[in-house]
């Protein structure tokens, strides 16, 4: 079964508008990963978050190892944040890093 | 800032055709990949390696070969091209093993038609 469950599948905001994000793992991690994927594009690292709470401008991530879930918040939203955002993950048993299906964001003016 | 370049980055072929998609990593990194993007499916890996002559399954391996000539050259090759492999591939590479970020490249559209 898929090992990574991501929430919503897509997002629709206004500009300035706040968004969260969900990722959900079906088993233990040892690490996790936020990408950005632009609209037709290639992924970019976000975060590369183990546990805790990072955060980087407008983006903030949040990690709980315990409960299995990471999340991803955007505040002010921009149009530019526009695009597929990604969580990626590997077990404690050092697998590869396994992905998400992705949120599919959208701002709109 | 790492570079992995794909190419090409389209590519059309038919059924049975013989394919092979390229990429060179810049940085030193141990480890290639390739994966693949389909819709409702999320990116999912189909080959890695984590050095020159090595080469490591991932979740979706068939109908795929792969080859890792040099520490920056990673190869994927599919000699009986599927519709079914209509993708987009993307190849990435790492300093080590999961734990540190991956780099992408732009990514090579595949039509089999």
């Known amino acids: 079964g898929q090992q990574v469950q991501q929430s919503p599948t897509s997002l629709v905001l206004q500009e300035g508008e706040n968004a969260e994000l969900q990722c959900n793992f079906s088993?233990?991690?040892?690490?996790m990963q936020w990408f950005y994927q632009r609209p037709g594009g290639s992924l970019v690292s976000v975060f590369y978050?183990?546990?805790g709470t990072k955060q980087s401008g407008r983006l903030t991530s949040t990690t709980v190892i315990k409960e299995r879930r990471s999340s991803l918040h955007i505040s002010s939203s921009q149009i530019t944040d526009s695009g597929t955002y990604l969580c990626a993950m590997d077990a404690n048993s050092g697998t590869y890093q396994r992905f998400g299906t992705g949120t599919k964001l959208q701002v709109v003016p | 800032e790492a570079a992995v370049t794909q190419s090409p980055r389209n590519k059309v072929t038919v059924t049975g055709g013989n394919v092979t998609l390229s990429c060179r990593q810049t940085?030193?990194?141990?480890?290639m990949y390739w994966y693949r993007q389909d819709t409702g499916h999320g990116l999912r890996l189909i080959h890695y390696s984590y050095g020159a002559g090595n080469l490591q399954i991932g979740d979706v391996p068939d109908g795929y070969k792969a080859t890792r000539t040099t520490q920056e050259d990673f190869f994927l090759l599919l000699e009986l091209a599927s519709p079914s492999q209509t993708s987009l591939y993307f190849c990435?590479?790492?300093?080590?093993?999961?734990?540190?970020?991956?780099?992408f490249g732009a990514g090579t559209r595949l039509s089999v038609l």
């Open positions: 990435a590479s790492s300093d080590n093993f999961s734990q540190n970020t991956l780099y």
């Open positions: 940085n030193s990194h141990n480890y």
């Open positions: 088993t233990s991690l040892n690490s």
């Open positions: 978050n183990p546990s």
